[in-house]
């Protein structure tokens, strides 16, 4: 158990630390050399729906600080471009590009990359301002931005899986992923964390 000094943290920073290093997941994360927690989300949602396949070309966005890419790399996967505004370090068989996924150059530099896009995968989360509903809307309008995407240049059956928030544009993003897509599953990962509103959406084309 790490005991924190109490000095200078407020009492929600305390908790929030506490509860970061008491979760069995950072640390398996940590143990098993990954670069965050996360990879369990992405680990867990292709046990059950078994998508990802090391054939196929594999676009990661919002990748920082890398686990999904990280994971992939690991497991033998080598088409892969991950993508955020944030460096990432170097990983074997990952192209990197720096910037915002938004940002139409952007894109066209991810369309560069691939003759043919097979899945998208996006873990993008904007930065949190303290104000939810504010929160919710920003992520989950690059999540439409990632659907609508991935709606125009996925390969037909590649596989689209997208983060967002229960919130602002949540009911969007479900019905925009049911008119332009089948299979459609709204996921929430057990390895997410109960009291977050994250979720994802997941989806064929
Ligand atoms: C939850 S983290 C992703 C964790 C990652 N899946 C992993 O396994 O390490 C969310 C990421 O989204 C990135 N992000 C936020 N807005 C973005 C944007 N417009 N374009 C690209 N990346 C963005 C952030 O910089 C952050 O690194």
Redo the contacts with the bound molecule.
């Keep these: 158990m790490i005991k924190f000094k109490k000095k200078n943290l407020s009492g929600s920073s305390k908790r929030w630390i506490q509860r970061h290093y008491n979760d069995d997941l950072v640390n398996k994360a940590k143990k098993l050399g990954y ?2 927690r ?2 369990f989300k ?1 680990e867990e949602i292709n046990n059950k729906l078994s998508f990802l396949n090391k054939n196929k070309n594999i676009i ?11 994971y992939l790399s690991k497991q033998g996967f080598k088409n892969l471009l991950a ?4 460096e990432i370090n170097k990983l074997p068989n990952v192209k990197f590009i720096l ?4 940002n139409e150059d952007i894109k066209k530099k991810i369309l560069q990359e691939f003759e043919e896009i097979d899945i998208i995968l996006s ?5 949190t301002t303290g104000n939810k509903k504010l929160d919710s809307f920003k992520t989950n309008s ?1 999540c439409l931005d990632v659907l609508d995407f991935a709606s125009n240049n996925l390969v037909n059956s590649g596989y689209v899986l997208a ?1 967002y928030f229960n919130g602002e544009l949540d009911k969007e993003i479900i019905e925009f992923s049911r008119k332009y897509f089948r299979k459609n599953k709204i996921i929430k990962p057990r390895s997410s964390r109960k009291d977050s509103k994250e979720m994802y959406v997941f989806a064929q084309k």
């Design positions: 670069r965050s996360a990879i992405l990661d966005l919002g990748a920082a600080p890398g686990s999904w890419s990280q993508i955020d505004i944030l910037g915002d996924f938004t873990d993008i989360a904007s930065n690059i983060k």
